[in-house]
């Protein structure tokens, strides 16, 4: 089947700063706000004759953002009391550590108790892990943040981008390959090479107005069944579970860290598994080229299908659902893309999709399939019910990860930069670029918070930050 582009846009856009739409409200601490003061004044550590006086967070704005549409889901997450203010003169007993308490002994990573693991934790990500004062910059970061109008953004179908460093999360000790969000519980996990998966909390006011007393960047559980490689997959599911996987398929309890169930297949690794049927069960495929259907209830593998190997003979790189799953599109490593009936396993159609192989691939509506092949430079946009391509976005750099927020592809480049392209024309791309002096090594995973409009993102040594 010969397929033509019908429109081309480029996506090197200006690097137009967006934080400039942004105005920093003076901080205002209402009396008789649910904000936790420190007992000792953070002032108290600057020089007041040489620096400028401290910048202080407004802690209802930040307690407010960070506890908005706060469900219980577990005991980590119900652990958390509300904010309130002490009496004068008494202690103020960590959040952090109450939290934890709460946590089942068995599900405490023991790398928490390791003071040689403490001390490999870079003081780059997280400065009060180390009892750090937090700089002018981060508390100034945080009041632009909240400060932004978050009905406004909700509206917009553009991503509001900032450049804005929250925080950062440490504890892997090799590449961060995977993320799963679960923002109904403030909860995310992060897969990395090193062969675990790591349970933090979106609690973001946590450890930031009591920097001293709450050091709150250490991971609530790690799960350390993975044997085989690294954690490429990472989802929640809607029975309360995690689905991990490094080729095969660990189902585990986020809450004690205790394994389930896990998938064998007696075939090649599982080298994609995506959730489908509202997050109750699974689609993986392996790289010799079957799909396989796990049953998450029952767990189970309900059927495998083998993809037709007279149309294409290159191995699976990666696969995608729509959203009301009924087709998955799959991504070879010779370049075809192969798109499949979920419920008959019928091949619907297969076709050249570039001249590498596709590595990423993301659903933008039941009837609309972005791919990109990173060494082509090129994002394509295929009308997967009229087998046509829409829309052409050349790509100046390696593509090495690829999301969809709304109406617009976020991208990370092979330069250690950020780029927005819009699907829509009338909207504008852009890209930003890391600072060296915070991103010390290249980007290998990330993922939007949609709720609140964050990245998180992962590094090759292990890093996690938080932007807005």
């Not at 690097?15 to 000792?40: D, H, M, Q, Y």
């Not at 290998?444 to 964050?454: C, E, M, N, Y």
Request: glycine share 6%; net charge neutral.
């Amino acid at each position: 089947m010969e397929l033509s582009p019908v429109s081309s846009v480029d996506s090197s856009s200006d690097t137009a700063s967006k934080t400039a739409r942004l105005t920093v409200a003076e901080p205002v601490l209402a009396s008789g706000s649910n904000s936790i003061k420190s007992k000792r004044s953070i002032s108290s550590f600057a020089d007041e004759t040489a620096l400028p006086p401290p910048l202080l967070l407004d802690a209802s704005r930040l307690h407010a953002c960070a506890t908005k549409d706060l469900l219980v889901f577990s005991p980590i997450a119900s652990a958390l009391p509300p904010l309130q203010k002490p009496p004068l003169g008494t202690s103020i007993e960590p959040i952090a550590s109450d939290a934890a308490s709460h946590v089942p002994t068995a599900a405490k990573s023991p790398e928490k108790d390791s003071p040689s693991n403490k001390n490999k934790l870079s003081s780059s990500v997280f400065p009060w892990k180390t009892k750090w004062k937090p700089s002018v910059e981060d508390k100034n970061n945080w009041n632009r943040f909240l400060s932004t109008n978050s009905e406004e953004m909700s509206k917009s179908m553009q991503f509001s981008f900032n450049d804005l460093k929250l925080r950062g999360f440490a504890g892997h000790t090799s590449a961060v390959k995977s993320f799963a969000v679960n923002e109904a519980v403030k909860l995310f996990a992060s897969g990395s090479k090193d062969k675990t998966v790591k349970l933090w909390s979106l609690n973001v006011h946590e450890g930031i107005e009591n920097w001293e007393m709450e050091p709150y960047s250490e991971a609530l559980l790690t799960y350390t069944g993975h044997r085989r490689g690294p954690i490429h997959d990472l989802h929640f599911l809607s029975t309360d579970l995690i689905a991990s996987c490094d080729g095969q398929v660990h189902l585990w309890h986020p809450e004690t860290g205790k394994p389930i169930h896990q998938f064998i297949t007696g075939r090649a690794p599982i080298v994609s598994v995506k959730p489908f049927q509202h997050h109750v069960n699974m689609i993986g495929a392996t790289a010799d080229g079957y799909l396989i259907f796990l049953d998450e209830h029952n767990q189970q593998v309900m059927q495998t299908w083998k993809v037709n190997a007279g149309v294409t003979n290159g191995s699976i790189r990666n696969i995608a659902i729509n959203p009301s799953g009924t087709r998955v599109a799959i991504g070879h490593s010779n370049g075809m893309i192969s798109l499949l009936e979920t419920r008959t396993g019928m091949l619907v159609d297969c076709w050249k999709g570039g001249d590498a192989e596709i590595s990423q691939l993301k659903f933008y509506a039941n009837d609309v399939l972005v791919t990109c092949a990173p060494a082509d430079h090129m994002i394509c946009c295929w009308n997967v019910n009229r087998l046509k391509l829409t829309k052409t976005i050349s790509a100046s750099l390696d593509v090495l990860s690829m999301n969809l927020f709304k109406d617009e592809i976020l991208a990370i480049n092979g330069n250690n930069s950020v780029s927005f392209i819009p699907i829509n024309e009338e909207l504008q791309s852009y890209s930003s670029k890391f600072k060296s002096s915070i991103f010390k090594s290249q980007v290998t995973a990330f993922t939007p918070v949609p709720a609140d409009q964050l990245l998180l993102f992962g590094c090759a040594e292990g890093e996690i930050f938080l932007y807005a």
